[in-house]
RNA sequence: CGGGGUGUAGCGUAGCCCGGUAUCGCGCUUGGUUUGGGACCAAGAGGUCGUCAGUUCGAAUCUGGCCACCCCGACCA
């Protein structure tokens, strides 16, 4: 009884919202369009943070934090990029309250407080940031200027979904200045492979990695390079973006720098980001019906041993024994939960582990005790074992590694069987109706094919793999010559 | 922003057509029995029925306005 989570057959998305709501990760808030993010799901983001944050700094970067408020005039200087986020920006244009005279023990907003100028709420920070570096950079010796901030932003969306499309979210944004075009573009996909390398190793995801079309670039961007992932109901998600700004910021807000010959320049920017988009990516890759399926690497909890008893005796001959494990492989690292709660029985307890996640079991009872065992469960594949109680600590790490692995193993051999090669429009139509994931095909480069197709498909161009091998083709569309096959796909 | 739906205890719901002060399950509290895959018994606590107005002796129920949220679409990370 209790937390019944809908199937994916019976509807994905419904499966969806229920695992994000039964197993702890988030709800709907108070306010439309935003979520609380609760303790279960926050601890999973701050592993991901901690990985991410450790990766920027390997790479020379360091973390600042700039303002949530961008003055409009500001925000409008680069004019596409403004104008790719106008439609969905909040605006502040009053700094008061005041008490209401026709409601008593109500507030107004003061019409006397109304701002000079009215302030936006950061969808991205490239404004204030751009602004700021112009004060920062004189000369060559001040690049590149490596900076990333952890933030929230805003963006007004029409239409929500827990963790893959809020009203505010929280993410990392990265904004590098250099002194040459070559360094900013090497910047830009030394990103990219950092995120690739996230996804793949941590996340247990694997992605592709690829330049998006025109039509879907960054506004603002010269060349916009993602990583794009396969949910198990066939649909792509873009779980990460990596932006060359040639010099456009640069333009906009006058940042120039001396080179050594003592010219002026102008820098060349990139920016680069992940947001709390990745937990539903992560959701959607690995889980299955019984609830998630969390990669060890990300896991709040990895470790669960859940002690069956009769009696309050045998419980206190257990726990000696459940707590010398929990300490042994805690001196690993590892994140252990004795969960000795005597109101609840261990199936129960199975079952609500196994809603959340987490990736190995070890129950311990009497006959354990007698043996010398313990079973053990792993929450990828289902598979129990009896195993000895002597050795379970050193096997630990090793169990963990291959969990990872597997899961990693079952996602990449899904995302392959979802990539299809077509060539003729028929074709690639039958396949996202039928097949869904990824289609592979020729494709003329041209926006207007693009917009066509997608307006008839509902399919994007999701990216332009960096990998793809150059061959002569012809575009499925339009028949004009094309030497490179790009992902098609319907998305998230 | 269009189309659809729903607001009743912490959660999920019945009642609404046909007006008489709210049903059931889960959860919670207390006590007892249980515990190798989602326990059971008993006793309890918990409600401005989204909101405002109207009709009526009487409104969860009828009428009108408003609000909120969810789902589907367009737009988007």
């Not at 961007?221 to 040639?246: N, P, R, W």
């Not at 041993?305 to 009769?310: A, C, D, G, R, V």
């Not at 792993?378 to 963990?400: C, F, G, N, W, Y």
Request: net charge negative.
């Amino acid at each position: 009884m209790g937390k019944e989570i809908t199937s994916r057959e019976a509807d994905y998305s419904q499966w969806y919202i229920d695992l994000v709501k039964k197993a702890d990760l988030a709800e709907n808030s108070e306010v439309r369009g935003c979520m609380v993010i609760k303790p279960y799901g926050y601890s999973i983001w701050e592993k991901m943070q901690q990985a991410l944050d450790k990766m920027f700094k390997d790479t020379g970067h360091v973390n600042a934090y700039f303002p949530l408020f961008v003055p409009k005039s500001m925000f409008e200087a680069e004019e596409k990029n403004a104008e790719g986020f106008a439609k969905e920006c909040a605006i502040v244009t009053h700094y008061r309250l005041k008490n209401d005279p026709s409601r008593p023990g109500k507030l107004m907003v003061d019409p006397e407080a109304k701002l000079e100028e009215e302030l936006v709420v950061r969808p991205t920070s490239e404004a204030i940031i751009w602004s700021t570096y112009k004060k920062w950079i004189q000369s060559y010796r001040d690049l590149p200027l490596l900076i990333n901030q952890w933030a929230n932003v805003v963006r007004w969306e029409m239409r929500t979904r827990l963790f893959l499309r809020t009203a505010e979210f929280l993410w990392q944004e990265g904004h590098t200045a250099h002194a040459t075009a070559a360094e900013a573009v090497a910047e830009t996909k030394q990103m990219l492979d950092v995120y690739a390398e996230f996804a793949e190793t941590f996340m247990a995801m694997p992605v592709i990695k690829g330049r998006k079309s025109e039509g879907e670039r960054f506004p603002g961007a010269v060349d916009t390079y993602c990583i794009e992932a396969m949910m198990q109901d066939g649909k792509a998600l873009q779980a990460g973006t990596s932006h060359f700004l040639g010099q456009n910021f640069a333009d906009a807000f006058n940042v120039q720098f001396t080179n050594k010959e003592g010219k002026l320049e102008k820098v060349w920017g990139t920016s680069w980001g992940v947001s709390t988009r990745l937990m539903g990516a992560l959701i959607m890759a690995h889980s299955d019906d019984d609830g998630l399926i969390i990669p060890p690497k990300l896991a709040p909890i990895h470790v669960v041993i859940i002690p069956i008893f009769k009696s309050e005796e045998e419980l206190n001959k257990l726990s000696v024994k459940a707590e010398e494990i929990t300490k042994e492989l805690r001196k690993l690292g590892l994140s252990v939960k004795f969960d000795n709660r005597d109101t609840l029985k261990p199936g129960f307890k199975f079952a609500e582990y196994e809603l959340k996640g987490v990736p190995v079991r070890i129950a311990i009872g009497p006959r354990d005790l007698e043996n010398g065992t313990v079973e053990v469960a792993r929450r990828d594949t289902k598979e129990k074992k009896v195993m000895q109680m002597s050795s379970i600590v050193a096997e630990m790490p090793t169990l963990l590694d291959s969990i990872q692995q597997t899961i990693y193993d079952r996602a990449l051999k899904f995302r392959d069987e979802k990539i299809t090669k077509v060539d003729s429009y028929e074709e690639l139509k039958r396949v996202l109706d039928e097949k869904g994931g990824f289609v592979s095909a020729h494709w003329d480069g041209t926006a207007e094919t693009e917009g066509r197709i997608k307006d008839e498909t509902k399919a994007t161009i999701r990216c332009i793999p960096l990998d793809s091998v150059e061959e002569d083709g012809v575009c499925i569309y339009s028949g004009k010559p094309s030497k490179q096959r790009v992902l098609f796909a319907r998305a998230y």
